[in-house]
């Protein structure tokens, strides 16, 4: 008998080992363990068993049922994680596929430029001021201490509108905006778009983007001007630049001047970029004209300040090395999508 | 405007500068020059020659055998006035003759060893008639001409300083920035005394502060000798004749215009100086007959006008050949009166330009003077008649301002010793004396005076600029630190752009011009729209009012070569009226080749992400939109713009989706007004419903209906689907809702869910709908 029990479970174990599937399985257990089984058959054979054996069988065949139902358990568990392997593994998917759905859109060039700028001048401590693109005659050339028929006016072509009044040709008027609205001292940028009467080709636009701004304190020097200036421009190249002054004449400025960077390109040493002079006329500014600090509201015997004007559209141009400004109003997405 | 740089240094008094850092210095100490090009490096090669032997060859050429001062050679030459015994002007093989080489060549079976020139190929007049003759000895240089740089200096930069529009006041500030000893080419001890024979009538002192004039005699009209011709020609001023081309150089040297008529053709010995009469008309030198009224001032004589002052001489009493007598104009004239006078006539000339600058009315007599000395050069015999006409009210009084060395520090930012402040301004010709402690008494000299140097302000200028901007060390400012003021405005377009852009779609700027045929297209007249008076082209004559037709355009341009797109912008709508208004738009589009109703239904998800809780309802059409796909945009009660499909007569292929916004009412309803409410603590209960309806019920409607029946329980509304078809009857919709009924104290029982359902059921029955089980 008990040779009988040690083969019964040796059998039931390479069965259950070289089942080939969960029913092969079972089906060892109905025959082995189940309630009519052979185990269950051996059991019922214990009467017949000398008294001083049934221990050691009765042993041997709790010892046979346990590895067998361990062997089962195992083999099942094993058939479980096969499948979901499977399963898984016909899960698969191409990743680099492209999502679904619509393409990421996108941030126009200059609006990407705005931004960037407004960031930098807010975190200098600036207010970013809007004016409208309809401006007064006064506002855009009276009050900045251009009378009428004064040949600066000839500086820029104007649009004029059936009402007398005009798309200004600069942002400058929201400077006057800023000295009647804030409270000194003042520091303001005002971005913008703004027009010239002027016939458009690949480096000439009608209609363009400007960034003024200015500073009015107590005691504001061309010293100043020209560290604030080399901070804003580092901030806007993110590298140190090396600037220069020259005489420039701007009717809102006394004295006014023309900023020359140079050049990013050749270092200084002459390229074609400018026109081998090693300079780059970048922007104008000055100290505030008393008058337009008086037209404004603002004594000029106690405050002074200075002003300055940043070209947004030649700036996104430098940035992104485009070579036709008619692109950036043309809505053409193989050019907006580069962005 | 064109320097000569040999004139510069002529009159700077000024040598060891060379052209190129002339013109630097120029741009860091004075006005932008924006080229230095070398003029008339031939004439270091050029010499004269005698023409000794005239053979003739076929067809017009001539072989010419000639003296060179260094041998003889032969020149195959085409002039008709090449004859034995001229001199003129050799150019020897190897010369560079403006973008020509000449080099030794066969013509006609002659070895031509260089050439014989015109005038006109040696850049020195426009005469290309013939060989130009001279005097000089064989193997001399061609008198009066010589290598020369230009320096272009940009007009711009000249536009607040009257002196800097002639060779001497440049010259003033090289020599003041090179050390030089600044020349004075006018002697005034020439203007002559006693009565003038001409009277001079200046109507109004405000129009014209000063009119000078003289009067010359036995005057010879002829061309120029070269050297005056080549010194115009490299300015880029036209040659004449000898007394036109005189009063050219002096206004290229002392920035003077000046006028000369033929004295036999004015009328009655009186020139008045006053406002042209309504209609009055006056044929100019260019060939153009300009019809004036009283804005315009004219030069006249007893039988109307022969100038227009300021700006143009007339054809009438212009010199000719026959000119035996002339009167020399030499005026003043107010600025701004020359300006409207020139862009109403659109006519700039060299005189107009100048004058606009407000000219110094001191330099009038100055420049007779100069023009006496060349007029008895080029017109040898020439004879004043008379003496000086000049009309003037009185010289404006100097001004003299106060310069406190202090301030001009603190300006600055920089300490200049009062030594070299006084240096520089004295180098410019400002007087100067100390008064008290630390201040100067600066009177401003008179050409500087007219409008340029008025406060003490522009005396920082003058010091700033003379000793560098560079040699200024920049300091920080010292500001207070404030946060400053926040622009919600910008700050909340700028977060839509974001939102939008994450959607998909792509940002475009367009222009603030609509054309007629754009706005015809949407519906609108150009009554409606404020109108431009100067358009730069047709097609740009008004400002838009709305954002539409630019991204229509963008969409029909773009669907050319792409077949699905997302666009939008953010701009300002301008609206005409007592007060222009400019409304902030947000425009988005959606293009595609299908149905198009995917692309409506994506624009109100973007329009709901942007406006949570926002409702479209349905209204009126307009030209543009779809008739039967519009909806108002509504959130909080206000409209806030359309959703839409852009008319199919718009778009030919495909179909547009579009939302228009209006941010201004949209960021005034975007405050937050949520509240928390506390979680619910009792699970809910769903059940689906569905509704038939006719095909044209809105949701919208439903949805209200089931709200209002609903009871207090209703949580939400859920839209399932819609379903149309067989079993339902033609004409005829099914919408599923699945709602949520929960109470907030306690889970809602079995009958008190049915008792909703009744009551809900019932409702809508009564209104109307049929419930699908």
Redo the contacts between chains.
């Keep these: 008998m008990t040779e009988q029990l040690r083969e019964l479970e040796a059998r039931a174990l390479a069965g259950v080992a070289s089942a080939a599937t969960p029913e092969e399985v079972e089906a060892i257990r109905v025959d082995v363990l189940g309630r009519k089984g052979r185990l269950a058959a051996i059991s019922r054979e214990m009467g017949k068993v000398p008294p001083e054996e049934r221990g050691l069988i009765g042993k041997l065949l709790n010892q046979a049922k346990t590895s067998i139902e361990a062997a089962i358990a195992g083999r099942e568990d094993a058939f479980e994680q096969e499948k979901l392997a499977r399963r898984l593994d016909a899960e698969w998917l191409d990743l680099t596929l492209p999502p679904p759905?619509?393409?990421?859109?996108?941030?126009?060039p200059?609006?990407r430029i705005q931004?960037e700028i407004?960031d930098l001048f807010?975190s200098l401590?600036?207010?970013?001021?809007?004016g409208?693109?309809?401006e007064s005659e006064y506002n855009n050339f009276d009050a900045l201490n251009i009378p009428?028929?004064?040949?600066?006016r000839d500086?820029q072509d104007t649009?004029?509108?059936?009402?007398g009044?005009l798309?200004r040709t600069h942002t400058s008027p929201v400077q006057v905006r800023g000295m009647q609205t804030?409270p000194l001292?003042l520091?303001m940028i005002a971005p913008g778009?703004v027009?010239r009467?002027?016939?458009?080709d690949a480096s000439h636009e009608?209609?363009f983007y400007q960034l003024e701004g200015m500073?009015v304190?107590r005691?504001?020097?061309?010293?100043?001007l020209?560290?604030?200036m080399?901070t804003l421009l580092a901030g806007i190249f993110k590298r140190d630049v090396t600037v220069?002054?020259?005489?420039?004449?701007f009717?809102f400025v006394?004295?006014?001047?023309?900023l020359d960077i140079q050049c990013l390109i050749c270092g200084g040493s002459g390229c074609p970029v400018c026109k081998q002079s090693g300079w780059v006329e970048l922007l104008p500014c000055g100290?505030v004209?008393?008058n337009v600090l008086r037209l404004g509201g603002i004594d000029p015997g106690e405050w002074?300040g200075f002003a300055f004007g940043l070209g947004l559209t030649r700036l996104v141009m430098m940035r992104y090395g485009i070579d036709d400004i008619r692109q950036?109003?043309g809505?053409?997405?193989?050019f907006?999508?580069q962005f | 405007m064109k320097f000569s740089y040999n004139w510069l240094c002529e009159l700077a008094g000024v040598r060891a500068l060379d052209a190129a850092a002339m013109g630097r210095l120029i741009t860091v100490h004075t006005a932008e020059c924006e080229g230095v090009e070398p003029w008339g490096a031939h004439f270091a090669e050029v010499r004269a020659a005698r023409v000794v032997s005239v053979e003739p060859m076929a067809g017009h050429h001539r072989k010419a055998v000639i003296d060179t001062g260094s041998g003889t050679r032969t020149v195959v030459c085409g002039a008709p006035n090449c004859r034995e015994g001229i001199v003129s002007a050799w150019v020897p093989p190897g010369t560079a003759l403006g973008s020509r080489h000449i080099e030794t060549a066969d013509v006609g079976g002659v070895t031509s060893e260089g050439m014989l020139a015109s005038g006109a190929e040696l850049g020195i007049s426009r005469d290309h008639a013939g060989i130009v003759e001279i005097e000089a000895a064989p193997g001399e240089p061609i008198p009066g001409c010589r290598p020369d740089s230009i320096i272009e200096i940009d007009n711009k930069s000249l536009t607040h300083r009257p002196d800097l529009w002639g060779h001497h006041g440049m010259a003033r500030e090289v020599a003041a920035l090179a050390g030089g000893q600044l020349q004075e080419p006018a002697d005034t001890g020439r203007i002559p005394s006693g009565a003038p024979l001409v009277r001079v009538r200046i109507e109004d002192y405000a129009l014209c502060p000063r009119y000078s004039a003289l009067v010359f005699e036995n005057v010879t009209v002829g061309p120029s000798p070269l050297w005056l011709q080549a010194r115009l020609e490299s300015l880029g001023l036209n040659p004449i004749n000898n007394i036109v081309d005189v009063t050219n150089y002096v206004m290229a040297e002392l920035a003077q215009p000046m006028h000369a008529f033929d004295a036999a053709k004015l009328a009655g010995g009186t020139i008045f100086v006053r406002p042209a009469r309504d209609g009055e008309t006056c044929a100019a030198l260019n060939g153009e007959t300009y019809t004036l009224n009283p804005s315009n001032l004219v030069i006249a004589d007893g039988s109307g006008a022969v100038a227009i002052a300021g700006v143009i001489g007339g054809m009438e009493s212009s010199i000719t050949g026959a000119t035996t007598r002339i009167v020399l104009e030499s005026a003043n004239f107010h600025a701004a009166g020359i300006r409207k006078t020139s862009s109403r006539l659109k006519l700039r000339t060299d005189a107009s330009m100048r004058f606009e600058k407000s000219q110094d009315p001191a330099n009038t007599v100055r420049a007779l003077a100069r023009a006496i000395a060349l007029l008895e050069q080029v017109s040898p015999g020439i004879r004043l008649a008379g003496g000086l006409a000049d009309d003037a009210r009185p010289a404006a009084e100097p001004i003299v301002l106060e310069l406190p060395l202090e301030w001009l520090g603190r300006k600055l930012g920089a300490t200049v010793e009062p030594e070299r402040v006084r240096a520089i301004l004295e180098a410019l010709r400002f007087e100067v004396s100390s008064i008290g402690e630390g201040v100067l008494r600066v009177t401003v000299p008179s050409w500087r005076a007219t409008k340029d140097i008025t406060i003490k302000d522009d005396l920082v200028e003058e010091v700033g600029r003379m000793i560098g901007y560079s040699s200024i060390t920049p300091t920080p400012p010292r500001v207070a630190t404030a946060p400053p003021r926040v622009n919600e405005r910008r700050g909340f377009h700028h977060a839509v752009r974001q939102a939008v852009a994450a959607q998909g779609f792509n940002e475009v700027y367009n222009y603030s011009f609509v054309s007629e045929q754009e706005m015809a297209r949407f519906g609108r007249n150009p009554g409606d729209h404020l109108a431009v008076t100067n358009p730069i082209a047709a097609g740009q004559g008004h400002l838009r009012i709305s954002l539409l037709p630019g991204l229509h355009r963008n969409i029909v341009e773009n669907a050319k070569h792409a077949v699905s797109f997302r666009l939008f912008e953010i701009g300002y709508e301008i609206h005409k009226g007592a007060e222009v208004r400019e409304t902030p738009h947000m425009a988005a589009a959606i293009y595609a080749k299908d149905s198009g109703e995917q692309s409506l239904f994506e624009l109100k998800r973007l329009a709901l992400g942007l406006m949570p809780g926002s409702e479209t309802s349905p209204c009126e059409a307009r030209a543009h939109e779809h008739p039967a796909r519009v909806a108002e945009v509504r959130w909080k009660g206000s409209v806030v713009g359309r959703l839409f499909e852009l008319h199919p007569r718009l778009v030919e292929a495909g179909r547009a989706a579009v939302l228009d916004l209006d941010l201004a009412v949209v960021e005034s309803l975007r405050e937050e007004t949520r509240k928390y409410k506390p979680v619910r603590r009792f699970p809910a209960s769903e059940f689906d419903l569905s509704v038939v309806a006719d095909a044209r019920d809105l949701s919208a409607t439903i949805e209200a209906r089931i709200r209002e029946h609903g009871g207090s329980h209703l949580e939400n509304i859920e839209f399932l689907r819609v379903f149309t078809g067989p079993p339902l009857p033609e004409g005829c919709k099914s919408l599923s809702y699945r709602l949520t009924m929960a109470a907030s104290g306690h889970t809602l029982s079995g009958p008190e869910l049915t008792g909703i359902r009744e009551k809900l059921l019932e409702g809508l029955r009564a209104a109307g709908y049929e419930l699908r089980a």
């Design positions: 759905g619509v393409r990421p859109g996108s941030l126009h200059l609006t931004r407004e807010v401590g600036f207010t970013v001021l809007d409208p693109e309809v009428p028929d004064h040949p600066a500086m649009f004029w509108l059936e009402n009044m798309l804030l001292p520091r778009r027009f009467n002027e016939e458009v009608h209609t500073m304190d005691e504001v020097s061309v010293a100043h020209i560290y604030f080399k220069r002054l020259r005489p420039g004449y009717p006394e004295p006014g001047f023309e100290l004209h008393p002074s950036l109003q809505g053409d997405l193989r907006l999508r």
